[in-house]
């Protein structure tokens, strides 16, 4: 059973930044970072692979967001930059164990975290 920990979360105005981080118990294959705002369904956010550390965003995101990571450390990161009011959301990060990976589906991640609260003020 892998464990997910996110942080970094917080109350920030528009254009501010912030960086989110998920620790993992272990490395799976892949992380991902979706979103959940009040209302609607959860949604895609970026994703990494842990070998290759290729990366995959969702038009909304692409140009202000920034998945990393770090192996020695088992932690992906997402640097949140120039944020909107339309980014407040619960954001949840997942492993992917990597059979059958498609990165923006929720589907192929077996592993999620508790959420952590992002909330874009005006």
């Known amino acids: 059973q892998v464990q997910l920990v996110e942080s970094g979360g917080g109350l920030v105005q528009a254009g501010d930044s912030l960086r989110l981080s998920c620790a993992a118990s272990?490395?799976?294959?892949?992380m991902g970072w979706f979103r959940q705002a009040p209302g609607k369904e959860r949604e895609f956010v970026a994703a990494?692979?842990?070998?290759?550390?290729?990366?995959v965003y969702a038009d909304s995101v692409k140009g202000r967001f920034t998945i990393s990571k770090a192996n020695a450390k088992n932690t992906v990161y997402l640097q949140m930059n120039s944020l909107k009011l339309e980014d407040t959301a619960v954001y949840y990060c997942?492993?992917?164990?990597?059979?059958?990976?498609?990165?923006?589906?929720?589907?192929?991640?077996?592993?999620w975290g508790q959420g952590t609260q992002v909330t874009v003020s005006s």
């Open positions: 990494i692979n842990w070998s290759g550390g290729s990366t």
């Open positions: 997942a492993a992917s164990p990597g059979r059958g990976w498609s990165a923006g589906k929720e589907w192929s991640y077996d592993y």
């Open positions: 272990e490395r799976t294959y892949a």
